[in-house]
């Protein structure tokens, strides 16, 4: 499925700032768009880290190339549920395509222990019981997760996987 837009420059200077804190980390994107958020975590990459995100759309995919071509990260056209699985476990995953309809259960599989995965696009405020987002990052028990305002109208969930 295509859709949704790039990321915002809050939660990209939230993805700057966890990604630095992976030194030699694998950190992989879900959903690449047209490379903006991409972009930040390449920004921060660590020297002696990895970075892989994966669009399914081609025409987006072929944006991202040439956004990301002077960085370290490898950009891949497809399916991320088809191609990451095997190459984790991951020290960071940003879950940003495929979101609404697919369950934790795979993003988590990809994660090492104390990795972190996060998601945004959340509207704040709102409770985590019925919420079919929340209630999946907050009653997992494998993970530990917080919601973080990114601006007064936008959030974002980050959580760790318990070691
Ligand atoms: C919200 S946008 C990503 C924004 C980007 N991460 C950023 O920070 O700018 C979601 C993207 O995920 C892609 N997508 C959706 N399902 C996917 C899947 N299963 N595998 C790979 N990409 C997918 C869509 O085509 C879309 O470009």
């Known amino acids: 499925m295509t859709g949704g837009g790039s990321s915002i420059p809050e939660v990209q200077n939230l993805l700057a700032a966890l990604v630095a804190s992976k030194p030699g980390g694998k950190i992989a994107e879900l959903g690449t768009a047209f490379g903006a958020g991409a972009r930040a975590i390449a920004d921060a990459l660590p020297p002696d880290a990895t970075f892989v995100t994966v669009e399914s759309d081609p ?3 072929t944006e991202a190339c040439a956004a990301l071509a002077e960085t370290r990260a490898e950009v891949v056209n497809a399916c991320w549920e088809d191609v ?4 984790g476990p ?8 495929g979101t609404r309809e697919r369950p934790l259960e795979l993003p988590i ?12 696009d959340l509207t704040p405020g709102r409770p985590i019981e019925g919420d079919p987002v929340r209630e999946a990052f907050f009653q997992d028990q494998r993970l530990v997760a917080v919601e973080l305002l990114t601006t007064a109208a936008t959030a974002a969930i980050v959580a760790v996987r318990r070691p």
């Open 59 to 61: 025409a987006r995919y």
């Open 90 to 97: 991951f020290d960071l995953v940003f879950f940003d395509g």
């Open 84 to 87: 990451l699985p095997g190459r």
């Open 109 to 120: 599989s990809l994660l090492a222990p104390g990795g972190i995965l996060i998601k945004d």
